[in-house]
């Protein structure tokens, strides 16, 4: 599941507008999206899916030709496009909080993200740049922070949905209540 703790983050664009819900303008409220990249080796992509490293990448030799089996940093797929791959994974009720002023206090927190709009920037080497699109509905003041970090390096955090973890019920064994029923 997708999640980063205090990542580096580039904030490379901030989108402001109106939601409509009918036909009414007065009715619609503030919808707001951000795009995020982050770059780092490819182990980035396991964030993503435990299986993307292996299908892009794979084990070197070094200058003697002895395979490096600990680091995936060959392309496998060398004459796949440069250009950056589109991901269609879509996260929804993500909490992302962006570091501002150095202190919890000040962070600016945007909860019920949906994250989506992946593209993966794979380079020879190991190197991986994951750009993402983070949609929210702003809350008053958070946009004008949000704008003045813009084409920054920012810290972010997203932390998934917390999913309700239901209690476990034991349907009665029918073996059990005749036994029961028997002795009474």
Known sequence: MLQFTKHPMRLSSLNVRRELAGKNPADGRTASDLK??????NDLLDKLSPHLRGSF??????AQGVLLPQALTKRIH???AQEALAYDLKCAGYQAVIDHAGNEDSAIVLDGCQINEFRLNLEEGGTVAITCRVQFHPDVGQL???ADKLQQEVVVTMTPPKVPVKAETREPDLVDAAAEGATA
Do not use: R, S
Request: no cysteine; proline share 11%.
């Open 78 to 80: 060398p004459l796949l």
């Open 57 to 62: 990448y794979m084990a070197d030799t070094d």
């Open 36 to 41: 995020l990249v982050v770059k780092g080796g």
């Open 144 to 146: 004008d922070p949000l």
